[in-house]
């Protein structure tokens, strides 16, 4: 991972737009995790306030059963691609289509302490 400094999450949630194109460093725990693939997260900071990384190509995926555990996870700001929008959910599988995520490019895992 080349980032060093996690990013402040309200900020990311607050002006993505502001971030866009920008990589950036998620350190937090892992709220929810894709059931399907496991090609996205929702990375929770420490005041409750949470952004979805997703793996746009699929070549970063999670544990399924990684929930709870800390995650350092590096990616850039990206407006969701309208082909990602119009994507049709599996069945029993939907993933969450913000219009900003970061696009994982790194990922570590922690175990849950």
């Known amino acids: 991972m080349h980032a060093?400094?996690?990013v402040d999450i309200n900020l990311l949630v607050s002006a993505p737009e502001k971030l866009k194109g920008?990589?950036?460093l998620l350190d937090g725990v892992v709220k929810d995790?894709?059931?399907g693939a496991g090609c996205w997260v929702e990375v929770v900071d420490a005041k409750g306030v949470s952004f979805i990384a997703r793996s746009l190509d699929?070549?970063?995926l999670l544990p399924k059963d990684c929930k709870g555990q800390r995650i350092r996870l590096e990616?850039?700001?990206t407006a969701l691609p309208q082909k990602?929008?119009?994507e049709k959910p599996e069945e029993g599988h939907a993933c969450p289509k913000p219009e900003f995520v970061v696009a994982t490019k790194g990922v570590?895992?922690?175990a849950a302490k």
């Open 84 to 86: 990602v929008k119009d």
């Open 33 to 35: 995790v894709c059931q």
């Open 22 to 24: 920008k990589t950036v």
């Open 58 to 60: 699929e070549s970063v």
């Open 75 to 77: 990616g850039v700001v």
């Open 4 to 6: 060093r400094t996690p």
């Open 108 to 110: 570590q895992l922690f």
